[in-house]
């Protein structure tokens, strides 16, 4: 036993290696417990792109999410434009009827008294002026004698009894005639109404 042989943190004696015949440095020995030099630790190949693999597929779904939760959201803002646009308008034709249909009852009366006779001077000029400016806001005069009769727009006074010049029920008389605005009947027409003979 010699001190080389010796192993200083036991105190045990290590077996050594025969020489090679080459003349080469002896393997390490067989001794297990022998420290050996530290092995470098392997990668784990295998788990490093499943790793990435795992983290880009959750970013992915994420992406997703958000994605359709951009487009939940634009939806529902374009729905929220259209309804406001919708009740805008709305209002604005409310609006209108409103104002307008108090006014239908001066229209009626500028009209007899055009049937009395011609409209002249100041009259006249305030009567086409506001005759204009109901027209520039949608209201729309309806109802001819020769119309045939529409129950959604023509509302009947009276039945007069039949023509042979006919062929449907047809208005033959305007008592009153009728407003619209836009497809909103604002006031029916008032006919008096024939059949056909």
């Keep these: ?27 390490a020995a067989a001794n297990p417990e022998t420290p050996e030099a530290p092995e470098a630790p392997e990668a784990p190949e295998a ?20 994605t359709l939760d951009l487009q939940r959201l634009q939806a529902e803002f374009l729905n929220y434009k259209r309804r406001v646009d919708r009740d805008r308008e709305l209002l604005r034709e409310n609006a209108t009827y409103a104002a307008l249909t108090p006014i239908i009852d001066v229209l009626d009366t500028i009209d007899r008294a ?16 506001l005759e204009r400016v109901v027209a520039g806001l949608g209201l729309v005069k309806f109802g001819e004698v020769g119309d045939a009769f529409d129950p959604t ?8 009894g039949t023509d042979a010049e006919v062929e449907v029920t047809t208005c033959k008389v305007i008592a009153k005639a009728g407003y619209k605005i836009g497809d909103r009947v604002v006031r029916a027409a008032q006919v008096l109404v024939v059949d056909p003979a």
Excluded at 12 to 27: D, W
Excluded at 54 to 66: A, I, N, P, S
């Design 47 to 66: 788990e490093v792109p499943e790793a990435e693999a795992d983290e880009l597929t959750v970013t992915k779904m994420e992406l997703e999410e958000r």
């Design 114 to 129: 055009r049937e009395h006779e011609p409209l002249e001077g100041g009259f006249k000029a305030t009567a086409e002026q």
């Design 1 to 27: 036993m010699t001190e080389d042989n010796l192993n200083p943190e036991e105190g045990e004696l290590q077996e050594t290696a025969a020489p090679s015949p080459e003349g080469q440095e002896p393997a």
């Design 153 to 160: 727009v023509h509302e009947a006074l009276s039945h007069i």
